[in-house]
């Protein structure tokens, strides 16, 4: 398939993803549909371009890995994982309600295709790192595919992963980097300042490729591009909220749950 009528393919499955995101969020009446929205592209073109799982696959020692270190963001992977047939889109109705599986925060034991429990945020690169050196050990050579928030670089365990992955040369860690320059109460920069952060990754020994987070066709590019035997950071520039008018780049809805009136607009908006 062309590169361009695959990423176009990709864009709808991220609008479908959207939808599914606001819908569960409205449903729970709890989320964190902000970070979830910004993260949609990123997720949805690693599970669905590049990466080798399915539900298929899930046992498979040789199968690529999937992390998502910003956890709080467990609607956006849910959704994808659902559209990818590891558990019917109908569960997706029992997000964080009690006793189901689809938590807050993704658990490896309750849900099929999720790689690692995350929540402390720093956890996932860490453990990405040791995934790619498993990886590396046993010579099946699959992929690990970590996603972070921004605000989650200001912890300090994922510069010792970043060191550690650089040492190694793994170039089988890829770590996507949601740069939406927003976290829970305020500005990244104004908070901790991150920039420049490109440069940030480059000194610690990785390839780096920053583009437009919200793009499948740049995320895919990005995604498939020569390592040049290093791990590689990719600085996904995003929009906290894509695709919602009145979430997008307000920090207000980090952790804010719509009216019913507004889950209409945004699924107007999503349509």
């Known amino acids: ?50 990466l080798n799982i399915s539900p298929e696959t899930a046992d498979d020692p040789g199968r690529d890995r999937l992390i998502l270190s ?3 963001c ?21 997000f964080m309600k009690p006793l189901s599986k689809l938590n807050g925060h993704p658990n ?4 099929k295709g999720v790689e690692a429990n995350t929540g402390p945020l720093g956890h996932g690169l860490p453990i990405g790192v ?25 912890e300090g365990s994922n510069w010792e992963a970043a060191m550690t992955a650089a040492h190694r040369k ?23 300042s991150l920039d420049p952060l490109p440069e940030k990754w480059a000194s610690f020994g990785w390839e780096v490729a920053e583009i437009d987070g919200n793009d499948t066709a ?6 498939t591009q020569n390592r040049n035997g290093k791990p590689l950071a990719v600085i996904a520039n995003t929009l906290k909220g894509k695709g919602v008018s009145f979430i997008e780049d307000r920090v207000e809805w980090h952790h804010k749950v719509p009216s019913k009136e507004q889950v209409e607009l945004a699924l107007k908006e999503l349509a």
């Open 74 to 94: 467990a609607a956006a992977l849910y959704s994808v994982l659902a559209l990818r047939g590891f558990f019917p889109v109908d569960d997706l109705e029992t």
């Open 70 to 72: 910003k956890g709080h």
């Open 170 to 192: 793994l170039d089988n860690l890829v770590v996507i980097v949601d740069r939406n320059r927003l976290q829970q109460g305020a500005r990244t920069e104004d908070t901790a």
């Open 1 to 50: 398939m062309p590169e361009g009528e695959r990423a176009e393919q990709l864009k709808l499955v991220a609008k479908q993803v959207r939808r599914l995101i606001v819908q569960m969020i409205d449903t729970a009446r709890a989320g964190h549909i902000g970070g979830d929205l910004s993260v949609t592209d990123a997720l949805v073109t690693a599970a669905f371009g590049v």
């Open 130 to 154: 040791g995934s790619a050196v498993a990886s590396k050990l046993s010579g099946k050579n699959w992929q690990t595919f970590v996603f972070t928030g921004d605000g989650e670089l200001q």
């Open 108 to 111: 490896r034991l309750k849900v």
């Open 218 to 223: 740049a995320l895919l590019k990005a995604f």
